[in-house]
């Protein structure tokens, strides 16, 4: 089993790090052939407007879809939320739609622009506390009938899950809580 990472931009390579740690293999994906060699693909954190100018200009997009189709699970964080969603306010921007929720862009202000707190999060049947990193982080807004909600912050979701389609609004590849990765990459297993 291998994850892809997208490192078109953003913060990649801690997610190397982090699947790493896990002991599970990752590649870096920059052109929508390499899609192929994967099992699973992270969107991470960065912008997500720059993110989506260059995955239009090497194709991306078309090939996300394929991907999707196929049944290979995606998880985005921050920005890779914002791209994966079915709406995107604050501005309004183009997404790829594969998750039906709403995120509103640099929801949190200026005084919390980033920021490190606890949150909750039920990924394998039991809640129990998770430490979250917030930069300049979306807030999902509305969760489709579909989604179920994996991770809360001060009562609001920051994690969901449609599918195979796995977001969050939070970065966890920069705490050494390997909880969250685990549990991508056992879906990822799952879905082989
Ligand atoms: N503020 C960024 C955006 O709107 C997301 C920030 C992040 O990914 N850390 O695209």
């Known amino acids: 089993m291998r994850i892809g990472v997208l490192a078109l931009q953003g913060d990649f390579a801690l997610h190397e790090e982090a699947l ?11 052109r929508p052939t390499e899609l192929d060699a994967v099992d699973g693909l ?4 960065g912008e997500s407007t720059t993110l989506l100018t260059l995955m239009k200009a090497s194709e991306f997009v078309p090939a996300l879809e394929k991907f999707h189709a196929s049944g290979r699970p995606m998880f ?25 929720v709403t995120v509103e ?18 990924l394998d049947g039991s809640p129990r506390p998770l430490k979250m990193v917030f930069i300049r982080a979306p807030r999902i807004r509305r969760l489709g009938p579909a989604v179920s909600r994996l991770a809360s912050h001060g009562g609001e979701c920051v994690m969901a899950r ?31």
């Open 42 to 45: 992270i969107i991470p954190g």
């Open 105 to 122: 862009r640099n929801a949190y202000g200026r005084q919390r622009e980033s920021f490190e707190s606890e949150g909750e999060a039920t």
């Open 76 to 100: 985005g964080t921050c920005a890779g939320l914002i791209v994966l969603a079915r709406e995107v306010v604050n501005p309004e921007q183009f997404s790829l739609g594969f998750i039906d």
């Open 162 to 192: 449609q599918g195979t389609v796995v977001v969050a609004a939070f970065h966890p590849e920069l705490t050494e809580d390997p909880t969250v990765h685990r549990y991508f990459a056992s879906l990822v297993k799952a879905e082989r």
């Open 20 to 30: 790493a740690r896990l002991g599970v293999d990752s590649a870096e994906v920059r």
